[in-house]
């Protein structure tokens, strides 16, 4: 499994507090290109909204910065809201990307809001909000529209996603969830499905997902095979120690937001994060959260991503570190490469 493994970043570009969001998309670019020397596979970028701890509010405006200072590595969303936006908005977006960049944009989209109801409702105010029952309808009118494939009867018949005409090649699209539903529309679309491990809540829910998107996937022209990704948050330091120390910046930023902290903005130092006094009621709850998190030295976290895919069944892991700084965040992806034997990429020289 370890030699047969492919590692991905997921990135939510965290603002630490103190630091701007400037600050925290430049680094998510950065850290793209390292991860691109490390030999990783992907890097997907988030999309959040109203947060000071999340700077990553535009995937595809991102996507765009960070593709233009790669080489080879694709680059896509984790994900795009697709209940805020039209398909054929979205649709345009991606193949403009994938115009510059042909062959290494990925177009993963999901129907959570990214934010709270309230800021959903501004994102398509003064416009009502979509309704997610037609999530389905919006992601097939997505596919059409990426492809030029659009049904004669379709209302919209005859529009055309530009740029145009069809790529040669285009965005690989897969479909984003923590839930069962998520992985069964996938399986029945016939399309790439990535779960959410890393929210930290999904317990049972994850495996039996990921096992209903395998025995149910349903191939299509795009995918005649299913593809399983599951990103899981994992931390990696020199000694379990430090590691543990470095991970209480994300273990109060979960906290702050089960159990409404009100923090403010921006991540936590752990040195701060270590000695801020937890409600009595969180603690357990995020000791029990805190268990499936993966964390500790090379080794240990080595073993703990591949028992990790071994219960999924799958050999596509996406790894999410926040921690509050970026030498910290860009070290544990560099220990993680070193203990799978990722083989580095050379960058081409430039003219």
């Not at 047969?4 to 103190?18: F, I, M, Y």
């Not at 357990?284 to 080794?299: A, F, N, S, T």
């Amino acid at each position: 499994m370890a030699s047969e493994l492919t590692l991905s970043v997921l990135d939510q570009s965290p603002v630490r507090r103190g630091g701007t969001a400037a600050e925290a998309l430049q680094e998510s670019v950065a850290l793209a290109q390292i991860a691109e020397g490390l030999g990783y596979q992907r890097y997907w970028v988030a999309e959040h909204h109203d947060t000071g701890s999340f700077a990553g509010t535009s995937p595809e405006l991102l996507i765009g910065q960070i593709a233009a200072r790669t080489h080879s590595i694709r680059v896509g969303s984790g994900g795009v809201m697709l209940t805020h936006y039209s398909a054929l908005k979205v649709a345009e977006q991606f193949r403009l990307l994938e115009s510059f960049f042909p062959g290494r944009i990925d177009l993963g989209i999901g129907r959570a809001p990214g934010s709270d109801q309230r800021t959903a409702a501004a994102l398509s105010y003064p416009r009502p909000q979509a309704d997610v029952r037609r999530f389905p309808e919006q992601v097939a009118d997505l596919l059409s529209f990426l492809d030029g494939t659009l049904d004669p009867g379709h209302p919209f018949s005859g529009i055309r996603a530009q740029p145009g005409p069809v790529p040669v090649t285009a965005p690989e699209v897969w479909l984003l969830g923590s839930s069962d539903y998520s992985a069964q529309l996938a399986a029945a679309m016939g399309l790439p499905f990535a779960f959410a491990d890393f929210f930290g809540t999904s317990a049972a829910l994850g495996p039996f997902a990921a096992e209903q998107y395998l025995k149910e996937f349903h191939p299509s022209p795009r995918y005649p095979e299913p593809k399983l990704n599951v990103a899981v948050q994992a931390l990696c330091a020199p000694t379990a120690e430090e590691a543990s120390f470095l991970g209480h910046t994300r273990r109060l930023s979960r906290a702050d937001h089960l159990f409404h902290l009100d923090l403010g903005p921006g991540l936590l130092s752990p040195e701060e994060a270590a000695a801020y006094p937890l409600p009595e009621e969180a603690r357990p709850h995020l000791e029990r959260l805190g268990r499936r998190d993966i964390e500790g030295d090379p080794q240990q976290v080595r073993q703990k991503i591949l028992a990790t895919a071994a219960t999924y069944g799958t050999n596509d892991i996406a790894i999410v570190t926040n921690c509050y700084s970026f030498e910290s965040r860009a070290r544990s992806y560099e220990l993680v490469a070193k203990a799978f034997g990722l083989t580095p990429r050379d960058a081409p020289s430039r003219p």
